[in-house]
Each structure stands twice: as structure tokens, then as C-alpha cells.
């Protein structure tokens, strides 16, 4: 029950329950490519009315006060204005964080209140050190002294350097009712989903090539 569509103009926007703002290689080009659209004016006009707004990744980063590149990683050194949806800076530098990541998601969330303890699996690569101010709040435990994301206290408004986030059947269902969803019906598993698919790929490759062949051709028999 839910349509996903991507909006490359304010006239394609429309009136969505939520707007998710993906990653990005060149966070900055970006976020002046939202500006110059008037992508950037309309989702903060969105947020003010209560549409969900969600970033992953360089999203997140697009997503707060200011996003600073002293050292030029992107191209000429430079600080830009942010979206100003969350209370948080980035400070972009020339390491990148790439590791597969197990998390907790926070409890007590103002817009994600979860019943019960959720575990989140992915991965986080990024360049740069995103800092919590005063107005929002951390999304994600990770290990025992970690954090990730950002929930805004007053607005419908969070981001997280965790990609794969939704894979998450309990926190897909958990997002999707904070935006008013029915989610009574039977859970969908994203990586139980892959596997079927994958194996019916590989159906399709045996019903019509000659596997035996196919052996010979590449040594294995």
C-alpha cells in the first residue's frame, strides 16, 4: 500500500505523507541543486505544515544548520546553509567511514515511539562528523557508547547515516505508522524478499541454458 515516487521538480512534489531525502557522492552540489529547484523551499514548507521529512546519509547532512567543507573534500573549501530541519552540523573531511553496523533505535522518540526494542542492521560510508545541538535528539544506539541520526523535538523530522535502515521490517512498519499507515498486515522481510528473487533468477537461468555446458565452458566438470 504504499507508492514511492522520485521528484526531480516542486511541480512533481504534490502533497506527499513524506518526503526522504537519499544520499548523496556531492552532499553540497546537491543541496544547491534542492535550492536552485526550489526543492529546498518546498520541503521546508512541507515540514512546517507536518509532512514527515526523512535523510539517509548525505540527506541527513542536507537536513540540518550548516554543512562546513574546510578542507575542500568536495571541491573549493566552503560552508553552506543547511535545510535548518535539525538541529545539527556537519563538518565534511577527507576520511571516510565505511562498516557494517547493528543499532538500537532510541527510545522515548517524540516521533518514533517504538513499543519495544528495535535492532536495525546496515551499513554507514560517509565522509564527515555531523554534531547534535540543543533541539534534537539521537536516533540510534550503536555498541555501548555510540550514536547515529537525529530526531528533531518539535518537528516530524529525523536523519541517519544508516543505509539499508527501512530494510528493517520493525522500523519500516513503525515510520510508516507515524504517518498514519494501516500496518496490520503481515510484515515483509527485505532480505527474505532478495533471496526469493535471487532464487528465481537462477530458476529462470537453468530452465533455459544447458547447465552442463555451461559447466564445461567454464572448467567445472
Sequence with gaps: GVRIRFVRSTHE??????????????????????KCTGLAREIIRAASRGTSVAGICGGYQMLGRRIMDPEGTEGTPAGVAGLGLLACETTIGTWKETVCTEAILHTGLPLLHAPEQITLTGYQIHMGVTTLLEGCLPLLHI?????????????????????????????RRLFLRSLGWDTSSPACSLSQKREEEIDRLADAVEEHLSMDLLDRIIGIS
Excluded: C, M, Q
Design 143 to 171: 555498541g555501548n557508547e555510540g550514536l547515529d541520526g537525529a530526531v528533531s523535538r518539535d518537528k516530524p523530522v529525523w536523519g541517519s547515516y544508516l543505509h539499508g535502515i527501512f530494510d528493517t521490517p520493525d522500523f
Design 13 to 34: 512534489l504534490g502533497v506527499p505523507d513524506a518526503i526522504i531525502i537519499p544520499e548523496s557522492k556531492a552532499t553540497i552540489a546537491d543541496l544547491l541543486w534542492l
